[in-house]
């Protein structure tokens, strides 16, 4: 014969819990927490590969506050290994005594095929490694690196005049939409 419990067990209610906040789109991998936009004004970019860094716990927390500058940044493959020179995280303004070095040498972290790959790719002349954005994925840090080439003058005035006509063609676009919805 089954026994019978004579307690009711009673569920949780949520009113008591505090209402959550929305959580930080940098953090939540939402929005870019740091993005190179001359990158693609001075080179062109061939090759896009997304690697890790490793990042002391004050670097992490400024690149949350939004404290990373990727501007003259570029990557680095030496001894098999890859690297990231000249990327600017702020110092932490909470941190103490122990805070990171702004501009240190950071580590990426990629598999070994991945690193032969970039290796062979930079070895062309006038190729090397930029790193175009900074995001979050899952909790950590991740940096895009393109391959790049760089642009002659010409090449950034063409770009320049191919964005201008773009512009003025959508200008145009949204003109004539504009006038056709008022009649």
Aim: net charge positive; glycine share 6%; with cysteine.
């Amino acid at each position: 014969m089954p026994r019978q419990s004579s307690h009711v067990i009673a569920t949780p209610t949520r009113s008591a819990e505090k209402p959550n906040r929305p959580r930080d789109p940098v953090a939540s991998g939402e929005r870019d927490a740091a993005h190179n936009r001359s990158a693609s004004f001075n080179y062109f970019l061939l090759d896009k590969v997304e690697a890790g860094i490793a990042l002391r716990g004050t670097e992490v927390k400024s690149i949350r506050q939004g404290q990373a500058n990727l501007k003259d940044a570029y990557g680095l493959i030496k001894d098999g290994e890859a690297f990231l020179l000249n990327v600017h995280i702020g110092p932490y303004s909470h941190g103490n005594i122990a805070n990171h070095d702004a501009l240190r040498t950071r580590k990426l972290l990629l598999h070994k095929e991945e690193v032969r790959r970039l290796h062979g790719k930079t070895q062309i002349k006038g190729h090397t490694l930029i790193p175009t954005r900074l995001y979050f994925r899952n909790g950590r840090v991740k940096c895009e690196l393109a391959v790049a080439k760089g642009k002659q003058d010409w090449d950034k005035r063409e770009t320049e005049k191919r964005r201008e006509a773009d512009r003025e063609s959508r200008a145009a676009i949204n003109a004539s939409k504009h006038r056709a919805s008022r009649a």
